[in-house]
């Protein structure tokens, strides 16, 4: 689904309820709205469906240490899911084979004096912020003049939709999003606002049902104040 489809069903669906009564809000401001929702409901717990994998996310350079992510990076890559939960889905790419980097936190990473200038193949990595906020990758050891890549999946942190974007997977075709935005439209306590809330809620526990069953264990999603008033209708 693209967003465009999903902005013309809510402006739609604003048009049916009210019989023309309320106007939905410009475009601009749907899409702002609509962005902002599917950050809160990625934030709510680690969905499959909002995880990108990129590779090559950085092609390695001989003796250069750090590297610049994409601007929606966040704290590290996603955890791999077939071990103790210690690694982190960050690869090195050395033309057919393929290889984890072990994570260390910033202050283990410059601690172990990895910011010596030895050249070799990097089996190392943290994630540390530039001035302007930009994360970087830092590697150890410093790549050497083999031809190497690094891969690796992460869950986004910002999601600045465009209407010939294609929304992301969301299960039940995005419907939470469409409910969070209608409730954004109609004045708060009036039977479509409460309407929109009540559907907003049965569609994140859906999605959390669905996540917790995925992976055979419960999840408990980050309740904020966003959601607070949604829960508060059951």
Same mark, same amino acid.
């Given at each position: 689904?693209?967003?465009?489809?999903?902005?013309?069903?809510?402006?739609?669906?604003?048009?049916?309820?009210?019989?023309?009564?309320?106007?939905?809000?410009?475009?601009?401001?749907?899409?702002?709205?609509?962005?902002?929702?599917?950050?809160?409901?990625?934030?709510?717990?680690?969905?499959?469906?909002?995880?990108?994998?990129?590779?090559?996310?950085?092609?390695?350079?001989?003796?250069?240490?750090?590297?610049?992510?994409?601007?929606?990076? *966040? @704290?590290?890559?996603?955890?791999?899911?077939?071990? &103790?939960?210690? #690694?982190?889905?960050?690869? =090195?790419? /050395?033309?057919?084979?393929?290889?984890?980097?072990?994570?260390?936190?910033?202050?283990?990473?410059?601690?172990?004096?990895?910011?010596?200038?030895?050249?070799?193949?990097?089996?190392?990595?943290?994630?540390?912020?530039?001035?302007?906020?930009?994360?970087?990758?830092?590697?150890?050891?410093?790549?050497?003049?083999?031809?190497?890549?690094?891969?690796?999946?992460?869950?986004?942190?910002?999601?600045?939709?465009?209407?010939?974007?294609?929304?992301?997977?969301?299960?039940?075709?995005?419907?939470?999003?469409?409910?969070?935005?209608?409730?954004?439209?109609?004045?708060? *306590? @009036?039977?479509?606002?409460?309407?929109?809330?009540? &559907?907003?809620? #049965?569609?994140?526990?859906? =999605?959390? /049902?669905?996540?917790?069953?995925?992976?055979?264990?419960?999840?408990?999603?980050?309740?904020?104040?966003?959601?607070?008033?949604?829960?508060?209708?059951?």
């Amino acid at each position: 689904m693209k967003v465009s489809e999903i902005l013309d069903d809510i402006e739609q669906t604003v048009e049916d309820r009210t019989s023309g009564r309320i106007k939905a809000p410009d475009r601009f401001v749907l899409r702002d709205w609509l962005s902002r929702e599917l950050k809160r409901v990625v934030a709510m717990a680690d969905w499959d469906w909002a995880v990108v994998y990129l590779s090559p996310l950085i092609v390695l350079q001989a003796s250069k240490r750090a590297y610049l992510l994409p601007e929606n990076f *966040g @704290s590290n890559f996603i955890r791999w899911g077939a071990d &103790e939960g210690d #690694k982190y889905l960050c690869r =090195l790419i /050395d033309g057919t084979t393929e290889a984890f980097l072990d994570y260390e936190s910033p202050a283990a990473f410059f601690g172990n004096n990895h910011s010596e200038t030895t050249t070799g193949r990097p089996n190392k990595y943290t994630v540390t912020s530039r001035p302007d906020g930009r994360r970087e990758l830092q590697v150890f050891p410093l790549p050497d003049t083999t031809a190497r890549t690094i891969a690796g999946a992460y869950i986004p942190t910002d999601w600045s939709l465009e209407d010939s974007d294609q929304m992301p997977a969301v299960p039940g075709n995005s419907a939470v999003l469409k409910f969070a935005v209608l409730r954004r439209i109609y004045k708060a *306590g @009036s039977p479509e606002y409460l309407d929109a809330v009540a &559907e907003q809620g #049965k569609e994140e526990v859906k =999605l959390l /049902d669905e996540a917790a069953r995925s992976r055979k264990a419960q999840i408990v999603p980050n309740i904020g104040p966003g959601l607070a008033n949604t829960w508060d209708c059951y």
